[in-house]
């Protein structure tokens, strides 16, 4: 059985109706060769990374930049997983409540330096909220999830 780990900051209801969506998503019924594995990114760590089969990321921008807790979860499993994890299927969903621009640049710029391997744009949800958020955080949990499933990441 492959796992998906999901690393969701959720500092609201709203934030956490998207990692809540993320994971059923994942979880479809139809999906059944997936572990989902969900944990806050100050729960999280290098272990998680290391036995996961693909990584999905969700922050809010906080400052134009991602989130505090996201930053520590990568300050303590960056070097720890560079070299084994290389390669890794990863999808980021950003809660902007502005642009997300640089919020996604810099996961991107870490993603990069880890040498994981997107599955999908990162989804950023800009602006005021909108309940259609969900739908799509629920949608790229199950992407990413058939997609792992099928071999095809």
Sequence with gaps: M???????HAPSSNTQA????????ASHPDIEDIEVVTKPP?????????RCDAILLGTTE????MSGALKDFFDRSYYAVL????????A???RAGHDGTGTRRAVESIVTGLRWRWA???LVLRGEWQDGFVDQVEELGLYLAAGLEAGVL
Excluded: F, H, M, T
């Excluded at 998207?18 to 998503?25: P, V």
């Excluded at 100050?42 to 290391?50: F, R, S, Y």
């Design 2 to 8: 492959k796992r998906l780990l999901i690393v969701a």
């Design 18 to 25: 998207l990692r809540d969506a993320a994971k059923r998503g």
């Design 42 to 50: 100050l729960d999280a760590g290098p272990e998680d990374v290391l």
């Design 62 to 65: 906080n400052l134009g930049y």
């Design 83 to 90: 070299e084994e994890k290389q390669g890794l299927p990863c």
């Design 92 to 94: 980021l969903y950003v």
């Design 120 to 122: 999908q744009e990162p």
